[in-house]
């Protein structure tokens, strides 16, 4: 697919899929591009005003466009991590929705003591069941994913992304209010609770 088509396949939220375990599983390729996608709510919900923008199409917010190239890892599972299945500085989408939702979901970031890069959201289920509810993705094979990532990018500013896009106001109040989360979260340093990594034990219904 060439970059155009892919810029038109994800400027289009229509047949974006909700993250439940069944709909991650079907994406188990291991090189390609991906979306993450919220509903209107995220509008209400955030902690901070989320101005209008082109990551605004028709009822969702192209929140992130990222990749995977790299034969080691599945696609599953870094879609898994933008689910907010694992730890939040595993996903860009997992820490700066957080930070965005943290005073509406009553979750607070925790760094894991002696482990200064890594973090994760307390309570632990809150928001993933919030994603469950509001997130969706898009995902797509493609060979030349890294080549194509940037124009992607900058073309669509999704919300949540830091490179390959021209910063602007909201990247700015967002990259101050995670500096807040972060100092917070160092803190007060505490175990995670028990992670479970495997998708079949994550136990959601839908």
Not at 44 to 54: L, S, T
Not at 79 to 96: I, Y
Not at 124 to 144: D, E, S, V
Not at 152 to 159: E, G, H, N, S
Request: glycine share 6%; with cysteine.
């Amino acid at each position: 697919m060439e970059v155009n088509k892919l810029i038109e396949f994800f400027r289009d939220s229509k047949n974006a899929r909700p993250s439940t375990i069944k709909q991650l599983k079907m994406e188990n390729y291991e090189t390609g591009l991906y979306a993450w996608y919220s509903d209107l709510s995220l509008v209400q919900k955030a902690g901070i005003e989320i101005p209008q923008g082109p990551w605004l199409i028709n009822d969702s917010i192209l929140l992130y466009v990222g990749m995977i190239s790299e034969r080691k890892s599945c696609m599953t599972s870094r879609l898994r991590f933008h689910a907010c299945r694992g730890r939040a500085d595993q996903s860009a989408v997992c820490m700066r929705l957080g930070c965005l939702l943290a005073g509406t979901l009553e979750i607070s970031l925790h760094q894991v003591p002696g482990r200064a890069k890594q973090f994760f959201w307390h309570q632990r289920n809150t928001l993933p069941n919030w994603a469950l509810g509001h997130l969706y993705f898009k995902a797509c094979q493609c060979y030349r994913a890294k080549e194509f990532e940037p124009e992607i990018v900058w073309t669509l500013i999704p919300l949540l992304n830091r490179d390959y896009k021209p910063l602007n106001d909201f990247d700015k109040v967002l990259d101050r209010l995670e500096d807040f989360h972060t100092d917070l979260a160092r803190r007060n340093p505490r175990p995670p609770e028990k992670l479970k990594w495997k998708l079949g034990h994550l136990g959601d219904a839908h």
